[in-house]
């Protein structure tokens, strides 16, 4: 999750950064993973497959069967083909976390950096920063929605403004609660279209499922304005209507207006809700069902 605003140093991080090119792409070297690590990949996929059928949202699902990458840790190349002939945009390795102007350049431009390296056996359940099982399962899929692929390319396009602005921050906090952890109300549920929900097992179902989650409608300027957590489930998720939303909301908005007036403020906390805000239950929803 190679969002902007974080960590994005190559000191004390895991991946070789030694053979990075100016743009912090480096070869995949599809030949040199390891059987084991291979097994790592299929045991990860098998386990978020399963839910995935049941919690995550149409367009990643969808993305995800294309793909067809059961069978072990992807090849960059073939992947990246499918990609490119279904929505423009192509696949290139990294060995983690990039600078932020890199990563809105390679974003703006279509490309997606996926980090090269997989988990340790260890941290099957749990990994600091993100690796390839993360960027590639959690990613990919959404970026063969046409609709998805254009919100993440303008997304990028968006961060050289928010950089001369000192607001990357801001811009971070839509990155998050949509593209790492967003959820969209679909076929009368909660979904994940996120991909740090949906290549986490146990966010998956925490995230759709349950009962005292907070749950908000879609609001880029609130969302600009909340804190998020890093190192453990959210205290609050953001519901799209639908992907469509997600242009509106970065496309139709004036940005710099709101950097100006926020970007000085402090954020509010994840956990608490501020006035305006009308939370989503599962039982509106499934009272709005009974009544469609």
Known sequence: MKKPGSANSSNELRGDYS????????????????????????????????????????????????????????????????????TGWRIVAVPG??????????????????????????????LVEPDVF?????????????????????????????????????????????????????????????AGIVSSAGETVFSTTDPDVLRLRFDPVRIMRTAYAIDDFQSTYFVIDDLQQLITGLVDLDFGPIYQRYRETQPFPADRLQDGDAPITLNKIAEDIAHD
């Open 97 to 126: 976390f990039i600078p932020d102007e890199i990563f809105f350049d390679h974003l703006a431009n279509r490309r997606f950096p996926v980090t090269r390296w997989i988990r340790e056996e260890h941290e099957l359940d749990y």
């Open 19 to 86: 053979q990075a090119r100016a743009d912090y792409s480096v070869p995949q070297d599809h030949a040199a993973y390891s059987d084991a690590e291979h097994d790592r990949w299929c045991r990860l996929y098998g386990r978020q497959v399963g839910l995935a059928e049941k919690h995550a949202a149409r367009a990643f699902r969808e993305g995800l069967a294309r793909l067809d990458c059961a069978d072990g840790i992807p090849d960059f190349d073939q992947a990246g083909a499918i990609l490119t002939d279904a």
């Open 134 to 194: 993360h960027d590639f399962f959690g990613h990919v899929p959404m970026l063969l929605d046409p609709v998805f692929a254009d919100f993440m390319a303008a997304y990028g396009a968006a961060g050289a403004r928010a950089r001369a602005m000192d607001a990357v921050p801001m811009l971070a906090r839509i990155y998050w609660y949509t593209v790492e952890f967003g959820l969209i109300r679909e076929e009368g549920e909660i979904r994940a279209y996120g």
